[in-house]
């Protein structure tokens, strides 16, 4: 990082003058390299509870990785060396949706070179001209969930793009109003709850995996909380974190219990033909409930250890949104103070919520959360790639590249 780590600002501190020039060979292999290991792990780990091995037999499961990851790190140098676009972050948030969208690619050419799209059966010319049936109904439904599962992740890997496209927004418009802060947060929460309900009826319906759509529910959470805790940065006054959260308190006291009740199951029965059990319905609200406090908690425990280490710490020039530099409209002291206030508002809101679920509706939402994990022990691990690799993400969309 421009050679060493002295040249980056230390305690007491000091308003760097110029950029910090950032080491690029540092940035790539120690920086973005681990981010992108973490990525293609959790790529690795999803296809694994899928059941269903990306790489080639040929080459097996960890040469794959190494080879895939190397690839896309080649991608960076020719990146670094021939356009010029290095200094952008959407350049490395968009090759790192290429690293985890080429597992999905490799996977559906062994399917396709194993031979399990093609109809289990040949049809003679007779049935060929007469039969009426489709064809397409002969496809093995195992390459069809396949397919779907493919449509899932897409949507998925996309919104990390789409979300840096967003913050890239927010940032290059500040400072904003009160109203354009909750116009930010809540445009972003129907975004994010919009396509994880697409994502969760795909996976429901068409993959029928119940661990995995845990684990798209939890990445959705983890990437619209994430993006919240980073608005703290850029609010102003303890007013706009008290008016923000206020709304948030209140939905989440709400939502829940009435989803759960048997009034609103009754309707969806009866609109949408839902023809999961009652207790099942209630078990998967629940479930969206533990994953919202477990991404709730997650992102706040994270956005206070970094918005103190990149204030304070040795990287701090490298974070320039979170150095308050604004001519003293934005405040360190007061982000910290009202994020533990927001923390502690979210604690007594999930508090309350679970309480009203397990004394009026009969559930108990960490003892069924208990029972997924003995159940599904490796949704363990995918969660904490999951929360880990989203932390990563936005800590990458924040920072300044300019490189030496």
Not at 11 to 37: D, M, Q, R, S
Not at 197 to 209: F, H, K, N, Q
Not at 221 to 226: K, L, S
Not at 237 to 263: D, G, L, N
Request: aromatic share 18%; hydrophobic share 50%.
């Amino acid at each position: 990082m421009a050679g060493n780590w002295s040249s980056i600002s230390t305690l007491p501190k000091v308003e760097p003058t110029a950029p910090v020039l950032i080491n690029f060979w540092w940035f790539l292999w120690f920086y973005y390299g681990f981010y992108n290991a973490v990525a293609l792990l959790l790529i690795t780990k999803i296809f694994s509870i899928y059941s269903l091995n990306w790489w080639p037999k040929t080459l097996g499961g960890v040469t794959s990785y190494i080879i895939f990851w190397l690839s896309t790190q080649l991608m960076g140098i020719l990146v670094y060396y021939f356009t010029g676009l290095e200094v952008y972050r959407l350049t490395w948030v968009s090759l790192t949706f290429c690293t985890m969208a080429i597992p999905l690619f490799v996977a559906f050419l062994v399917i396709r070179s194993e031979n399990r799209n093609v109809y289990r059966h040949s049809l003679t010319v007779h049935q060929k001209v007469f039969l009426t049936y489709s064809l397409e109904s002969r496809i093995p439904a195992s390459y069809k969930r396949f397919l779907w599962l493919c449509v899932a992740l897409a949507i998925a890997l996309s919104t990390i793009v789409t979300g840096e496209l967003y913050a890239a927004q927010f940032i290059q418009t500040s400072p904003h109003t009160t109203m354009e802060g909750l116009i930010y947060v809540y445009s972003w929460v129907g975004t994010i709850y919009i396509l994880d309900a697409i994502t969760d009826y795909i996976v429901e319906t068409r993959v029928r995996s119940y661990p995995l759509s845990s684990i798209f529910k939890l990445y959705y959470f983890m990437i619209y909380f994430i993006f919240y805790r980073n608005l703290f940065v850029r609010l102003r006054s303890y007013e706009q974190f008290v008016v923000i959260q206020i709304a948030s308190s209140f939905w989440v006291c709400i939502f829940h219990p009435i989803c759960m009740s048997r009034t609103v199951y009754r309707v969806l029965v009866y609109i949408f033909g839902v023809t999961k059990t009652y207790e099942e319905y209630k078990r998967q609200v629940g479930r969206g409930l533990f994953l919202r406090n477990l991404a709730e908690n997650a992102t706040m425990l994270a956005f206070l250890c970094w918005v103190n280490i990149l204030y304070y710490g040795p990287n701090a020039s490298m974070y320039s949104y979170f150095q308050f530099n604004d001519g003293n409209i934005y405040s360190h002291d007061v982000t910290v103070l009202a994020s533990l206030g927001i923390w502690v508002s979210e604690l007594i809101s999930s508090f309350i919520n679970r309480s009203i679920c397990k004394k009026y509706l009969n559930h108990h939402v960490t003892k069924e959360a208990l029972k997924d994990f003995k159940e599904y022990p490796e949704l363990i691990v995918a969660f904490v790639l999951v929360m880990i690799h989203i932390l990563q993400d936005m800590l990458l969309a924040l920072m300044d590249l300019n490189f030496a």
